[in-house]
């Protein structure tokens, strides 16, 4: 039977999930399926054992039609009826206690009778057309779903085809997965009575794998409790000291929180805000965690301060309150309802500090926040339902699925593989924090920690990112292996080039399965290309380019530009010509080769000897320093502009046939190349030195524009050469 955990002879396992719920006892689930066999179950009233399920489902949904989960219960029950668990318990307990689990985060019904059904095609004579019949197509596709996925060995030696297709099923409706993590949840409560072996084998295939599903889910509530449950049976000298510090800080008479959440109720009383305070105690893992941060604990820690509101507004409203009224720890504040995390969650976190040096952090958030928070997908209702407005034509459309769970649907369509698909999902599950980086159009990314620009640039715009060529990160320039930080502005450069390509380099940069699958898929598409030009970090140079020799293909069909060197230059500027009038009679002008000033710069003059003004850009270094050796200014005007030659520099990322684009763009706007010098590539970038004459100086402003515009040149600017000291 696919539910074969029994009652355990050690409660221990079970103290986590009961100290996270004080407040309510756990049900005699035993007692209940007795009941459930001796007693009657007539047509036309709900049997008393699902009572607690109605209860419960009644509080999220006054108005739910209750007779499609009367008719799955006797179903079950009778399906199930002389099967136990290995307990001793009858079978229908475990079903009961699943759909119970769902029903206090406010799943709704169709779930709910999915849920008392989800083992019956599998464990009994019933079959997938019957449950068609008898509930209809929705339910009959998620007990289908939930039966294909209790199939999988989530272990490290699945087989990897057969949990992609689980998977995805699962993943294309998420009710499936909210079946199998309760399912999994009461497992794990009543693991007890197992071979050890067995124990810590379930605990960490849970610990792998749908522990980080819940996470990415939303459902706050079953994966902190796996976690614990989790925690108890990988762990269990840990568990038991995190379990004695738990019990020391309950047993102080004291409690630092609760004289933290009076003020707090003070403070928003007397601002008018309405809001609820409550006391969040931590759950096992979370203390485990704190005192290995902090060391020892104080009473602050077991727990934190929920406020909860009912608009959105009034959360900032309480902020701005505490933070006025009591003294806040500003690094510890983070908002996630401006920007909710991957899985829906949305809250604001600060920190007061109390007058004994103790910190509280604080959670605000509204009543409906707290409810996605806790339950995730599940709290969505009924994503698939069509609006009122639309008739049902029979597709399966969420538009409230999580950003995740749709990029695992992409994810397992663009694989070049199985085993890629695999091996990126498990590395993406192991990614357990998140970071938010912005566009400058203010819309936001998700990432998980640690991810570069290269991961944005998938994230942002899928396999269209093989043509970027860069990124400014918070207005700087920066390399596509760039690791982002949280709440960077990130900039992606994109080149208009249908020939960009990917290099093999970003796989060492990449850490989201978007962008190491597209990547993959790419080089795999392309081995030629790939080995050849190593993509569009490099241009396929190694050492000081060979202008004419190593980029002879490059240039392809563009323009061929006057002959370039066969090895690089350096090029000193020198005297040229260009019509400069300096207010000094009988002087002869030099301009400068630090600055390289041509019309229509803005430009200033000192006098060296030997007759000569020398005219330099009035923002050159060298102006500076002869001006605070007592030097005094000539002034320097323009004549009329003719002729000059000028240096400027071009900053690009790499890519094929960017000489020839740049050389084409120099020649279209018809100044001569005298001599370039083009740098070997580093960190992806190159840096080209062209020394050029113009037929018209006031052309350079142009000239400019157009070498800027040629995709994958980030920057062009005059050569600033170092200034010689002048006398």
Same mark, same amino acid.
């Given at each position: ?14 103290t986590p999930?009961?100290?996270?719920? %004080?407040?309510? +006892?756990r049900?005699?689930l035993r007692?209940l399926?007795?009941? +459930? ?11 008393d ?5 109605v ?11 209750l007779?499609?989960?009367?008719r ?6 009778s ?6 668990? %290995?307990?001793?318990? *009858?079978?229908?307990?475990?079903p009961?206690a699943?759909?119970?689990?769902? +029903?206090?985060?406010?799943?709704? /019904? ?6 008392l ?13 019957q449950v ?14 939930v ?5 999988v060995?989530?272990g490290a ?6 949990f992609? %297709?689980?998977?995805? &099923? ?37 610990r792998?794998?749908? #522990?980080?599903l819940a996470?990415?889910l ?10 614990d449950?989790?925690?108890a ?12 510090l ?5 047993a ?7 004289e933290?959440?009076?003020q707090?109720?003070t403070?928003?009383?007397?601002a008018?805000?309405?809001a609820e305070?409550? #006391? ?6 979370s203390v485990?965690?704190?005192?290995r941060?902090r ?21 900032? +409203?309480?902020?701005? !309150?505490?933070?006025? @009224? ?5 690094? !510890?504040?983070?908002d996630?309802?401006?920007v909710?995390k991957?899985?829906?969650y ?11 040096? !103790? ?6 958030r509204?009543h ?5 928070a806790e ?8 994503p ?6 639309d008739p049902?034509d ?10 995740w ?10 694989? *070049?593989d199985t ?11 192991a ?9 400058p ?13 290269v991961?944005? $640039?998938?994230?942002?715009y ?5 043509a970027?060529?860069? $990124?400014?990160?918070n207005?700087?320039?920066a390399?596509? =292996? ?6 960077d ?8 080039? *249908? ?11 990449a850490?989201?399965p978007?962008?190491?699958i ?5 080089l ?5 290309s790939a080995?050849?030009?190593g993509g569009? =970090?490099?241009p ?5 380019l ?6 002879? /293909?490059?240039?392809g069909?563009?323009?061929?530009p ?6 690089p ?5 020198g005297?040229r010509?260009a ?5 000094? *009679?009988g002087a ?6 630090? @600055? ?10 000192f ?11 009035v ?8 001006k =605070? ?5 000539v ?9 000059c030659?000028v240096t400027l ?7 094929p ?8 763009? #120099? $020649?279209?706007?018809g100044?001569?190349i005298?001599? &370039? ?24 402003p ?8 040629v995709?994958?040149v ?10 010689t000291?002048?006398?």
């Open positions: 039977m696919s539910a074969e955990a029994t009652n355990p002879a050690d409660p221990a396992p079970a999930g009961a100290h996270r719920r %004080k407040s309510r +006892a049900l005699d007692r399926g007795r009941a +459930a066999l001796l007693g009657p179950a007539t047509r036309d009233r709900l049997p054992a699902i009572g607690h399920v209860e419960a489902h009644r509080a999220h949904h006054p108005d739910a039609d007779e499609p989960l009367r799955a219960y006797v179903l079950a029950e399906s199930h009826r002389g099967q136990m668990r %290995k307990s001793g318990e *009858p079978y229908i307990t475990h009961l699943v759909t119970l689990i769902l +029903a206090e985060l406010g799943a709704e /019904t169709t779930t709910l009778t999915a849920s059904l989800h083992d019956t095609v599998e464990d009994t004579d019933v079959t997938l057309e068609r019949e008898e509930f209809g197509e929705e339910v009959r596709y998620l007990v289908d779903g039966t294909k996925l209790e199939k060995d989530y030696a699945a087989e990897p085809e057969t992609r %297709k689980m998977l995805v &099923a699962a993943g294309n409706d998420v009710r499936v997965m909210s079946i199998k993590l309760a399912d999994r949840l009461h497992n794990m409560r009543t693991l007890g009575v197992m071979r050890r072996e067995k124990q810590e084998r379930i605990a960490r295939v849970t792998d794998v749908l #522990i980080p996470e990415r939303g459902v706050q509530a079953l994966k902190t409790e796996l976690e449950l989790v925690f049976v990988l762990h269990p000298e840990e568990y038991e000291h995190t379990r004695e738990i019990a020391e800080n309950a102080h008479g004291d409690d630092p929180l609760a933290t959440a009076d707090v109720r403070v928003l009383r007397e008018g805000i309405p305070v409550l #006391i969040r105690p931590r759950h096992f893992v485990h965690r704190v005192s941060k060391g020892r604990l104080r009473g602050a820690d077991f727990g934190r301060l929920l406020v909860l509101v009912n608009e959105d507004a009034d959360c900032y +409203a309480v902020l701005g !309150e505490l933070h006025t @009224c009591m003294t806040p720890v500003v690094s !510890e504040f983070k996630f309802i401006a909710p991957f899985n829906l949305q809250s604001l976190h600060t920190a007061v500090t109390r007058e004994d040096g !103790e910190v509280a952090e604080v959670l605000i509204t409906q926040m707290h409810k996605v339950a995730g997908v599940i709290a969505l209702g009924n698939y339902a069509p609006a009122s407005d049902a029979g597709e399966r459309a969420d538009p409230t699925r999580p950003g769970l749709s990029r695992l649907l992409q994810w397992q369509q663009a694989a *070049p085993d890629t698909f695999w091996s990126s999902l498990r590395e993406d599950l990614q357990d924090r998140e970071i938010t980086v912005f566009r159009d203010g819309g936001a990314l998700g990432l998980p920690e640690g991810a570069s620009c991961d944005a $640039a998938y994230a942002q899928g396999e269209d990112a093989h970027c060529i860069g $990124a400014r990160v207005g700087r320039l390399t596509l =292996s760039t690791v982002l930080k949280d709440g502005t990130v900039q992606l450069l994109m080149g208009q080039d *249908p020939a960009s390509e990917p290099s093999r380099e970003w796989l060492e940069h850490h989201t978007a962008a190491r597209a990547i993959q898929r790419w795999a598409a392309h081995p030629v080995e050849t030009f569009a =970090s490099a396929g140079v190694r050492g000081p060979d202008v004419v020799g190593a980029h002879a /293909t490059g240039l069909t563009a323009a061929r006057p002959a370039l060197p066969a090895r230059t350096t090029d000193a500027p005297v010509d019509n400069a009038v300096v207010d000094l *009679p002869s002008v030099r301009l400068a080769g630090c @600055c390289t000033p041509v019309p229509p710069d803005e430009v200033t003059g006098a060296v000897r030997g007759g000569v003004v020398t005219v330099h850009r923002e050159c270094a060298g102006v500076e320093r002869m =605070s050796d007592g030097r005094e200014e002034g320097v005007r323009w004549g009329d502009t003719t002729e030659r520099v071009a900053e690009s990322f790499g890519r046939h960017l000489l020839a684009d740049l050389t084409e763009a #120099i $020649a279209l706007e100044a001569a005298v001599s &370039a010098t083009v740098e070997p590539p580093s960190q992806q970038r190159v840096r080209h030195t062209y020394t050029l004459q113009l037929p018209d100086a006031s052309h350079l142009s000239l400019m524009r157009a070498m800027r515009n995709p994958g980030y920057d062009v600017s005059r050569a600033q050469h170092p200034a000291t002048v006398h």
